[in-house]
T-cell receptor, first 114, second 114 residues
Framework: DAMVIQNPRYQVTQFGKPVTLSCSQT?????MYWYQQKSSQAPKLLFH???????NEADTPDNFQSRRPNTSFCFLDIRSPGLGDAAMYLC?????????????FGDGTRLSIL | GDSVTQMEGPVTLSEEACLTI???????????LFWYVQYPGEGLQLLLK???ADDKGSNKGFEATYRKETTSFHLEKGSVQVSDSAVYFC?????????????WGLGTSLAVNP
């Protein structure tokens, strides 16, 4: 049973056209993360929510925004996608920010930019 | 700063061969250490973890021991299967409170041939 669900699995958008990726979780975890992963690279953390507290990584472009309307859902908004934003976007959750709490990942959304 | 170094891939093995993927880290204190696996087209799955020196994490026939003296967390499996073909990421958890984040290695691709 999927516990971190990302929709859609594949998303195609046009250059400059806003796009939203969604993530939901059934784990009731209070921390949710968004990563960007390009081919053959490690995931790159974009931001995370600890409950309702939003934490942006210093090098995350302003083009990327996030919303978390409730515990279960989190959205990644890309306001004006560029060709360089084509990547796999991974959502993850963890129970808390403890040092030994693993992160649970969804299967990702692969974003293509035309 | 904190970092994780993995052996470069790709690694190609025949079925039932022994596997070792080297991982060393640089960090202050005693970070928790993780191995994640990413099967083709999927998100990352936690494979195993260790939270203190001399801990051994194990799962699905894979093992890794937290070696403080050599700052290593090598992944081993005695007999690999074709289904183990994937990319393996070593990671450590650094930071405190709301600034905890995973520091990732670059990943090691494993291909197991029948």
């Amino acid at each position: 049973d999927a516990m971190v669900i990302q929709n859609p699995r594949y998303q195609v958008t046009q250059f400059g056209k806003p796009v939203t990726l969604s993530c939901s979780q059934t784990l009731n975890h209070n921390v949710m993360y968004w990563y960007q992963q390009k081919s053959s690279q490690a995931p790159k953390l974009l931001f995370h929510y600890y409950d309702k507290d939003f934490n942006n990584e210093a090098d995350t472009p302003d083009n990327f925004q996030s919303r978390r309307p409730n515990t279960s859902f989190c959205f990644l908004d890309i306001r004006s996608p560029g060709l360089g934003d084509a990547a796999m976007y991974l959502c993850a959750t963890s129970r808390e920010q403890g040092s030994n709490q693993p992160q649970h990942f969804g299967d990702g959304t692969r974003l293509s930019i035309l | 700063g904190d970092s994780v170094t993995q052996m470069e891939g790709p690694v190609t093995l025949s079925e039932e061969a022994c596997l070792t993927i080297n991982c060393t880290y640089t960090a202050t204190g005693y970070p928790s250490l993780f191995w994640y696996v990413q099967y083709p087209g999927e998100g990352l799955q936690l494979l195993l973890k260790a939270t203190k020196a001399d801990d051994k994490g194990s799962n699905k026939g894979f093992e890794a021991t937290y070696r403080k003296e050599t700052t290593s967390f090598h992944l081993e499996k005695g007999s690999v299967q074709v289904s183990d073909s994937a990319v393996y990421f070593c990671a450590l958890m650094r930071g405190a409170g709301n600034n905890r984040k995973l520091i990732w290695g670059l990943g090691t691709s494993l291909a197991v041939n029948p």
